[in-house]
């Protein structure tokens, strides 16, 4: 095992390293951006069903609905497809309406979770054409699915998912620009512009993993706190909810994710000097609004941890501590964005002395419903 873990303490640790290399391996061979095009296989053989689509309805359980609800927007920007993101569990037993004229993508890092198997059949059984999005080769949900496209992020064995997160989001990505292209959503050089923005990530992520020890010096602050909220908006929403994943699942503090606009209704009576926020800022993200929130958090003295881009000033001034990730397109930043939320989570659990690589109560892959 120790050699699996190739001289890191925890797979967990081993999996959020591998990112640089996972992302690039994941749009290898399919983002040739000399030629300007993508090519997936999968997706081209289909293309005309996936244009004649009214909506797309993406399928998911846990981190992997995280990744839906990422796509969701980025799918609505580029493409100008409707789409709804449902948990397979409530999706199957709520006699959805569906039909042959949805497009169904079904994500799962596992390819085996019950949930998300029964949906996919429910969906084709109503004749919807189902799209697979998994990570595990020759898998359940590979095989039921009418196409797909794989992850290659390689095998996860730390059950708090990471690379499979953000593996998922580039597959997503790709398909949403292809779809872009060929429905003239999206203009030929602003696709040009994504494609080379896309592959300058992976430096990106390798560069972002130097503030492990910064992320670290701020674990250290919190590892006591019984409670920790974070809030994000627009495309870094559903990484609010997905860092706040990390950190329940690891370290069993009670962590939740919120739009942060949402923070007033609700979140907001919780704040006080021993409330830590973890509040993501990205200078293209509704910024001006995060920012007035985060002023809201400070004037109630809750501590404030601010994910921004480099450069960043104005929440320096505010924010307690703040861990700054390099600029790019905003459709893009959850790849980034996400890397110091797993660390934080990684280093606060480790510091309690948790067991990261197989926290109490959860499975890896839930086969039953
Ligand atoms: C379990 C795992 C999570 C995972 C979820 C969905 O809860 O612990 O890490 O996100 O299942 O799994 P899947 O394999 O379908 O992505």
């Known amino acids: 095992e120790q050699i699996e873990k190739g001289g890191y303490e925890h797979f967990m640790l081993k999996e959020i390293h591998e990112q640089p290399k996972a992302i690039r391996d994941t749009y290898r061979g399919r983002l040739l951006s000399d030629e300007a095009i993508i090519k997936m296989a999968g997706v081209e053989d289909n293309m005309k069903t996936f244009l004649n689509a009214n909506r797309i309805i993406i399928i998911a359980c846990g981190t992997s609905w995280h990744a839906g609800l990422v796509a969701e927007y980025i799918f609505e920007e580029f493409a100008r497809i409707p789409v709804e993101v449902e ?36 969906a084709k059984s109503r004749g919807a054409f189902v799209f697979g999005v998994c990570n595990v080769v020759g898998s359940s949900i590979a095989r039921e699915t009418h196409a797909g496209a794989y992850t290659h992020a390689g095998p996860e064995i730390g059950v708090a998912s990471t690379k499979a997160f953000t593996t998922q989001i580039t597959v997503l990505t790709l398909i949403a620009l292809r779809l872009a292209r060929a429905k003239g ?48 908006r627009g495309y870094n929403f559903p990484v609010a909810l997905e860092g706040a994943l990390k950190l329940k699942e690891i370290s069993y503090i009670h962590a ?33 609004k995060v920012v007035s929130n985060i002023q809201e958090i400070k004037s109630r003295k809750g501590k404030i941890i601010a994910v921004v881009t480099q450069g960043d000033t104005a929440v320096k001034e505010i924010a307690d501590h703040v861990i700054e990730i390099p600029e790019s397109e905003e459709a ?35 086969t039953v419903e």
């Open 185 to 232: 959503t999206m203009s030929s050089s602003d696709f040009r512009l994504y494609l080379r923005e896309l592959e300058l990530i992976p430096q990106k992520v390798e560069q972002l993993l130097n503030v492990d020890d910064h992320v670290k010096d701020i674990a250290r602050q919190y590892l006591l706190s019984p409670n920790c909220l974070y809030l994000g």
């Open 256 to 288: 939740e994710g919120y739009p942060a606009a949402e923070m007033k209704h609700g979140p907001i009576a919780l704040i006080d000097d021993r409330m830590p926020v973890i509040v993501i800022a990205t200078s293209k993200g509704h910024y001006e």
């Open 87 to 122: 948990y397979a569990s409530e999706f199957r037993y709520r006699n959805p309406v569906i039909n042959e004229n949805d497009v169904v993508i079904a994500i799962s890092q596992s390819g085996e979770t019950a949930d998300t198997l029964a949906a996919i059949k429910l």
């Open 332 to 366: 893009f930043s959850p790849l980034l964005t996400t890397i110091p939320l797993q660390l934080l989570s990684y280093h606060i659990a480790v510091m309690r002395n948790c067991n990261v690589d197989q926290p109490r109560n959860l499975a890896k892959s839930v």
